[in-house]
């Protein structure tokens, strides 16, 4: 049945939308670029944040697209390739018409690694270098970014080591790196490894340290859990990690003085009762730090919790269904009342409303066919990029 569904919308067909497929949206809505599972393909969004209506612009790119970014502030795309290679195409972005144009490409691999490619590629908080995760080399890679947002050459690359008891964790595989606050260390979740390795980050010259592979500064894991996903509270004293194969959050207390993490809390994302596949996805904290957001690919849901503003310990507040099948990520807006969710297996991108005051989702039943979403970016209208704060 999803091979069924999944055949009928690669032309990318709209399920609902406010507008036709071939109007001329405003100028001033937003777009939204999307990575494509195993399609090699950029499909665009136009986003009406007043309305909260979308309409679909097609492919705008023919390339592999494991993860896309949108630079924060210049009109700049950067997509991972899942080939071998490793392979990051630099685009630039038409706001008139959502088309963009390759300027550049940067290969960050030394020597090829298995099928996978890219898992993760985001920007640090400066926008001044592109942050890499290499699922298949087992390596993370840090490439400095220019003021008009070109790529120069890879500054840093730092291997893992380890392995899990599932048979996806043979060795070290590298699923997301963010720089803390503080902007002096690297952390990467390693979903082969069971760890989450702590490296010393330089923001002039945008290196992580290699450390000493005797004595790697890492936070473990349960065996098995398989770290996906990481996300700071705005205090910059909490870390929250989200756990794929095991489908749990985890609460962490950071210490920027030294680069540690402490466990405090650890909570599930299943529903109760919960049997068959477990595979947490997707991981964000609203810009006020009130709320945390988890996707569920096991349940098709979406969870919601609430922070407490004093520990950063977590409540569960809401869960609810996906909107589709395999909600692979999502993104909340830049404004924070809206999130889109990529729900890979049924190729449909489905729009939430966010209470502003409780975090509450509610579905839209807005919802539009792009073939097989995996990661979701934005161009805001007003300049800055929306995406998973992570």
């Known amino acids: 049945m999803l091979a069924a569904v999944t055949a009928s919308t690669a032309a990318a067909v709209p399920l609902f939308a406010a507008t036709s497929a071939h109007a001329a949206p405003a100028r001033s809505n937003d777009l939204l670029y999307l990575g494509t599972w195993g399609r090699s393909q950029v499909h665009a969004v136009r986003f009406d944040p007043v309305h909260g209506t979308m309409t679909p612009l097609g492919s705008m ?24 290679g490793g392979t990051i195409r630099v685009f630039h972005i038409d706001d008139a018409s959502g088309s963009l144009r390759q300027t550049g490409e940067v290969e960050t691999q030394v020597a090829p690694g298995a099928d996978g ?31 008009q947002g070109g790529l120069g050459a890879v500054a840093s690359r730092v291997h893992g080591t380890g392995s899990g008891p599932h048979p996806r964790q043979t060795g070290p595989h590298p699923h997301h790196v963010v720089v803390d606050p503080s902007r002096g260390f690297a952390l990467i979740a390693d979903f082969g490894a069971d760890r ?27 065996a098995g859990s398989g770290p ?8 910059g004293r909490t870390v929250y990690l989200l756990n794929e194969l095991t489908a749990d959050i985890q609460v962490l207390r950071w210490d920027p003085r030294v680069g540690t993490l402490t466990p405090r809390q650890l909570l599930t994302t299943n529903a109760p009762g919960h049997t068959g596949t477990t595979s947490a996805a997707e991981l964000a904290v609203s810009h006020d730090g009130r709320h945390v957001y988890t996707s569920n690919r096991g349940d ?67 919802s539009v066919a792009v073939p097989n979403p995996d990661c979701i970016s934005v161009r805001s209208s007003r300049g800055t990029a929306g995406a998973t704060r992570s």
């Open 61 to 84: 790119a023919e390339v592999s697209s494991n993860w896309v970014a949108v630079h924060p502030t210049r009109p700049v795309l950067y997509v991972a390739a899942g080939q071998q």
């Open 117 to 147: 490619g890219l898992s993760y590629i985001g920007l640090n908080e400066d926008a001044d270098t592109l942050l890499v995760a290499d699922f298949s080399t087992g390596s993370a890679v840090t490439v400095p970014v220019g003021r």
């Open 196 to 222: 989450v390795f702590v490296h010393d980050y330089d923001r002039a010259t945008h290196r992580m340290s290699a450390g000493t592979p005797e004595e790697p500064r890492a936070y473990a894991t349960a």
């Open 228 to 235: 996906r996903r990481l996300a700071f509270h705005p205090s």
């Open 300 to 366: 098709n849901a979406l969870v919601v919790f609430s922070v407490d503003p004093r520990t950063g310990l977590l409540t569960e507040a809401q869960r609810l269904p996906c909107g589709g099948v395999t909600p692979w990520s999502f993104t909340l807006h830049p404004e924070g009342r809206w999130l889109f969710v990529a729900n890979e297996a049924s190729s449909t991108v489905d729009l939430f409303r966010v209470d502003p005051r409780s975090g509450r989702l509610t579905d839209t039943g807005t």
